[in-house]
């Protein structure tokens, strides 16, 4: 069996779908998750829900919006300063063209 209670892994996107999912099930398996989010409302009824299925998970949220760089600079910046490894960065987006 892998010990990932070492492992930070940052989702962004974590607030639907596929990154709610991966949220949940890599701190099931005990990986120090950290939410990158927009909506930090929707992140917490995210944080709520896994922490009430799972109350020993390693999970935090952290405001980041990817169409801003300002946004990634400050949250690079705090999650730097938290002084914890990045061992895997999930990103999760959904990219809409129109012609």
Do not use: W
Not at 43 to 69: C, Q, V, W, Y
């Amino acid at each position: 069996m892998t010990c990932y209670h070492c492992v930070i892994h940052v989702i962004a996107g974590a607030t639907s779908g596929i990154g709610v999912e991966t949220a949940r099930v890599l701190a099931l398996r005990g990986v120090h998750v950290v939410m990158g989010i927009r909506n930090m409302a929707a992140g917490a009824e995210i944080k709520e829900t896994i922490l009430r299925d799972n109350p020993t998970a390693k999970i935090g949220m952290m405001e980041l919006d990817l169409s801003s760089l300002e946004s990634v600079r400050k949250f690079a910046a705090q999650f730097k300063s938290c002084g914890l490894p990045l061992n895997i960065l999930v990103y999760v987006t959904t990219v809409i063209c129109t012609f």
